[in-house]
C-alpha cells in the first residue's frame, strides 16, 4: 500500500495506523506531527495552513517513491491536515511498515524532513495579540 | 499570451490575491513576471530573496521561461509538517 492523502477534516490517527502492514512486515512505525500550544514564548491559539493541493499530492507523493526505492518497505502512507486546526489536533500523519525496524525508523525520519523542506504547505500561527506566517528553512 | 499567477501563504497577503490571469508578452520569464508584479505591489520586493517559484505545479528557477497557458505559483519558504 502506497498513498498520499490531504484532507481539512481531523486525522483519525487509529484508522490510519491499522491500515499499515502485512504479515510481511515485522515493523510498523508512525509518526504523528501535532499542532502546539506554544511557539517559542507566545501562546499559540490555533493553526491555519494554507497548501498547494495539486502540487503538494506530486511533492509528498515522489517524496514516498523516493522512500520506497531506498528502503525495503510493505507500505507508506502519509496524510496531511490543511484549514484551521485546533492545539492538540494532529496536522501530519506519517506510517510506514517493513520486514525490519530500521528501513521503517528511518524511511520514516526521512519522509517529514523531505515534506518539511518541499512539501508546499504553510502554517500560519494565531496568536490573543495576532498572527503570523512561519516560514520554513532555506 | 496568458498565463495565471497563483499566489500562498504570505505572499497571498502581500498581493492581495490567490489566483490571477495575466496578459504577458512572449518569451516571457519568471522573473520578469515578479518585476512586473512588483510595480503594483512593491511589498513584493521586500520578500524578493525569500521566493520560490512553481511553473505547473513544478518547482522551477527564477529565469525559467513560461508559455501560453502556464501557471506560475509563487509562495515563501514552505512550513508544514
Known sequence: MKKVIIQQEAIDVAKYSCQLGSDAD????TFTGRARNMSGDKAVEYLVY?????????????IVDEAM??????????VHRYGKLAIGETSVFIGVSSPHREESFASSRYIIDEIKH???????EYYSDGSRWIEGQR | MKIRVKAFASIKDILGFDEKELTVSDSISVSDVVALLEKCYPGLKTVQDALLYARNEEYCRVDTELADEDTLAIFPHVSGG
Do not use: F, H, T
Open chain 1, 26 to 29: 515485522g515493523a510498523v512505525v
Open chain 1, 50 to 62: 494554507d497548501i498547494y493541493n495539486g502540487m503538494a499530492i506530486n511533492e509528498m507523493q515522489r
Open chain 1, 69 to 78: 526505492e531506498r528502503w525495503r518497505l510493505g507500505s507508506c502512507l502519509v
Open chain 1, 118 to 124: 518541499r512539501a508546499p504547505i504553510w502554517k500560519k
